[in-house]
């Protein structure tokens, strides 16, 4: 596999990475939102209740723990980490240009060196993607890259769906079902963080 693949593929996962980070971003604030949200509407339910002291003391307890999970998440700093990304994966498309341009006309070990080294400073630059940004990449370019190409032979009466010649890698049986796994993983766990507050409710009155 030639450098200009390498890049292009480690490109694609931190485009990846980033859409990852703005979606935490966004993600966490409106589960901090819901969450005092319903924090404050429970409290101002039970607020003339005389014998709901004990969930009055809970829901004190759970709003402070509302403003430790916002000074964690704001110290995760996804809007700042996904700028850094971005500017990696943009320095990263010129450089694809320049190393397939290379392989095209000669494959010069100078320029290649060159180019290498540019490389190895733009992913230091910023945090490295994780393997499953890679794998959604991966499985996201090949299946929205299928096209169908028709077949050659006059003799044949079908075309035949082939991926499209930008594609050099393709997922494997094991990398699709990790592609799957990581939204079902995913919806799992925002399901459980929205409904959080209702489930610490009931517990209270039961």
Partial sequence: MGLSSNIWWTRKARIRAEKRLLSNSFQSQLLLLWYSFFSVAVSIYYLNDPQSQISATYWV????LVLVMSCFINGLSFKERASLIKECYIGLKSLHLKAKHNE???DDKVTLSIISKDYEQSLNACENHTDEDYVIALCTDYWSSNNTI???DPTASTSKPLPASTIT???RTYQKIQFFFYFIKRLIALSFLYALPVIIMCWLKS
């Fill in 61 to 64: 307890a759970y709003s402070v």
């Fill in 104 to 106: 095209e006309n000669g």
């Fill in 150 to 152: 028709v077949n050659a």
């Fill in 169 to 171: 890698h393709v997922p």
